[in-house]
């Protein structure tokens, strides 16, 4: 399975971005998925999860309300639309299966929020 994150960017602080994680291989739609982050200097951190079939959602308390995760199990695909960006959701995002044994780790897509 190869994990392939993008969307990232460069934005000002309120600004929104969407990021994609685009998965290889046939198990996607079988698997819950959840977006991770890793700022400089901490431990990456859950974000948000979503069900394998896309109906229950998780998402952490400093996100909730201003991030929304989704998936399109037909391609292959899952999202993170970020709104009200703040300088502290600067980090490195990551996809990968909501498991105890994840697959390999992609390259991560960056976020930099501005004040």
């Known amino acids: 399975v190869q994990l392939v994150e993008s969307g990232g960017g460069l934005v000002q602080a309120g600004s929104s971005l969407r990021l994609s994680c685009a998965v290889s291989g046939s198990t996607f739609s079988i698997n819950p998925m959840g977006w991770y982050r890793q700022a400089p200097g901490k431990q990456r951190e859950l974000v948000a999860t979503?069900?394998?079939?896309?109906?229950?959602?998780v998402y952490a308390d400093s996100v909730k309300g201003r991030f929304t995760i989704s998936r399109r199990n037909a391609r292959n695909t899952m999202y993170l639309q970020m709104n009200s960006l703040k300088p502290e959701d600067t980090a490195v995002y990551y996809c990968?299966?909501?498991?105890?044994?994840?697959w390999g780790w992609g390259q991560g897509t960056q976020v930099t929020v501005s004040s």
């Open positions: 990968n299966r909501h498991s105890t044994v994840p």
């Open positions: 979503i069900s394998s079939g896309g109906d229950t959602t």
